[in-house]
């Protein structure tokens, strides 16, 4: 990191921080504060949700994971334009004919307020876990590669984003995500740019596509029906449909971006827009990792992308044997390096095709080994190393001036998301909590200061969530894991609300309860993929309900 990168970083942070303070200072009313003044335009309300849901987490792990896998992850987001569509056609009339400030308020309309009330909870609990995961997931990864300290990372993070988020509430979320989106696509598309430039002389982007495709990174689409395929086009068009439901149907986070929206048109042409273009967005971040892929098809990398791991490894008894593994990787990327060259200028060779394929194999099996050692060395070790993999190229390829506006990126998706997170985790605990259980009649000021004191305290709880967080397999598929725990269940509510009309508040309350310890139990147990959870958890609250109101019904009649 040199100076310049410092001041391009600290004054991109400070900027949107200083920025969004000052444009939305003076919230006076619940409206103003929760709603945004329900003014925004559709491209405002399409920004900040896409803002929302593409955190640190997507910029660090999605081309991670695509260096690791490929493109089939893309697959994962096939649903959300079918989710787009009916919660513009379902959800968004019901919300505005009510004019509610969360989407829980709903629930005690159609239900009652136990129903309303444990809807909440549950949001609170998954989204409270997720704000925390939002600040650690880049704090994690800075400090293993830069050196900065886990703990003050979290803290500065956090309080950046609380600092405008108490300020101004939905506005200032609103306001500061547009700069934030500038700052992440203009770096992105300037990391894609350089990487391609990267390139040895010969190669160009077709044939890098030519080359990924030979190591089986370029496989969008599988259309099996195998439940150990964790992304599929079926566990994304229908598990997907029911996450996107979910999430942008029914998670206040979202749900307080486009309730800010200045009419029904406005907040239905921001979720289409964002339905649009959610997964060319994805596609091109994945593509972004896959091109990273082949940048290391020429380039030296390190046997293991975690410096931190590495180190460990390194000054444990087991240093000789990773030295052999380190030696052998660096055969192999030698023989890759020469295969690749030689396929680049001769496309049409299957026996080049096998060959990389087979050198691909090798080196993969030298990396486990190596990430066996590590564990040896130190059992609490984190050996997967796919959220590192972009950040060691930027840190160590990118030009000066750059590497600060990417690090820039990743602590703006951060802000952009947690702030986010905050401000619905406030509004909810304010309105569906809070105002809904105390008897007493406050004034507008009071119930903005209560929100600007919860999401103080909710800062201060994701700051502590993530000082106590640990590294799981891939961070972005921990935040849809614990997503999709909750999500079915909520989403199964809202529909038998929607619906189901038959079917009264004690059954649902009930039936929730026992499927969320289902749902808990299904996925500590690995039942199926976590994608699917969200289907299972829908379905069977659903189906419990109707079961518990129709012997409800019969009890009725025999008793009678």
């Known amino acids: 990191m040199t100076q310049i990168d410092w001041i391009i970083l600290i004054g991109t942070l400070l900027f949107i921080v200083s920025y969004g303070a000052y444009k939305t200072k003076g919230s006076k009313n619940v409206t103003d504060y929760i709603k945004g003044g329900s003014e925004a335009k559709w491209w405002t309300i399409g920004l900040s949700v896409m803002a929302t849901q593409a955190s640190a987490i997507t910029f660090l792990s999605t081309p991670g994971q695509a260096f690791h896998s490929g493109m089939g992850f893309v697959q994962f987001y096939f649903g959300l334009p079918i989710a ?35 809807a909440a909870i549950l949001f609170l609990i998954q989204r409270g876990l997720a704000a925390g995961i939002t600040i650690f997931a880049p704090a994690i990864i800075l400090s293993a590669v830069l050196g900065w300290n886990l703990t003050m990372l979290n803290i500065i993070i956090g309080v950046l984003v609380i600092i405008y988020t108490v300020s101004g509430g939905t506005k200032a979320v609103s306001v500061t995500q547009k700069q934030q989106m500038a700052v992440i696509f203009g770096g992105m598309f300037v990391a894609f740019y350089l990487i391609v430039s ?63 929206g200045k009419s029904i048109k406005e907040m239905q042409l921001g979720l289409i827009f964002n339905g649009l273009l959610k997964v060319p967005m994805q596609f091109f971040i994945l593509l972004v990792g896959v091109m990273v892929f082949v940048f290391y098809q020429f380039n030296a990398s390190p046997l293991n992308f975690n410096p931190t791991a590495t180190e460990i490894v390194k000054n444990s008894e087991y240093s000789k044997e990773y030295e052999v593994l380190e030696n052998k990787h660096k055969d192999l990327e030698i023989l ?35 990430k066996e050692l590590i564990k040896k060395a130190d059992a609490d070790a984190e050996t997967n190393d796919k959220d590192y993999v972009f950040i060691h190229f930027i840190l160590n390829n990118l030009p000066r001036g750059l590497i600060g506006l990417l690090l820039a990126v990743i602590l703006s998706a951060a802000m952009s998301s947690t702030a986010s997170e905050l401000n619905a985790l406030a509004s909810t605990t304010a ?72 079917v009264k508040s004690n059954a649902v309350f009930i039936a929730a309860l026992i499927t969320q310890a289902i749902v808990i139990l299904g996925w500590w147990q690995d039942w199926m993929p976590y994608l699917w959870l969200n289907l299972f958890g829908c379905a069977v609250v659903m189906f419990i309900a109707i079961l518990i109101q129709g012997l409800t019904k019969n009890n009725n009649k025999l008793n009678s």
């Open 431 to 502: 309105m569906d909590l809070y105002k809904r259980n105390v008897k007493v009649e406050r004034t507008d000021a009071h119930y903005v200061s209560m929100s600007k004191w919860f999401t103080l305290a909710w800062g201060l709880i994701a700051i502590l969530v993530a000082c106590f967080a640990n590294l799981f397999d891939n961070l972005i598929q921990l935040v849809n894991i614990i997503g999709s725990i909750f999500y079915g269940n909520v989403l199964g509510i809202f529909l038998l609300a929607f619906f189901i009309k038959y």
């Open 84 to 118: 787009m569509v009916v919660i513009c056609l379902v959800f968004i009339p019901i919300y505005h004919r009510l004019k509610v400030f969360t989407a829980y308020e709903y629930l005690e309309s159609r239900f009652d307020l136990k129903t309303r009330s444990l």
């Open 336 to 370: 890759k390096s020469e295969a690749n060259l030689k396929y680049g200028n001769n496309l049409d060779d299957p026996i080049l095709v096998k060959e990389i394929q087979h050198l691909n194999l090798l080196e993969k099996e030298n990396r486990e080994t190596a």
């Open 198 to 260: 990267y390139l040895p002389a010969d190669i160009s982007f077709s044939k890098a596509l030519k080359i990924a495709g030979a190591s089986g990174k370029m496989e969008v689409l599988d259309f099996s029906f195998n439940l150990d395929n964790r992304y599929t086009f079926w566990s994304g068009i229908i598990g997907g449909t029911f996450l996107a439901l979910s999430y942008f149907g029914t998670d206040q986070s979202q749900v307080q971006r486009y309730l800010s």
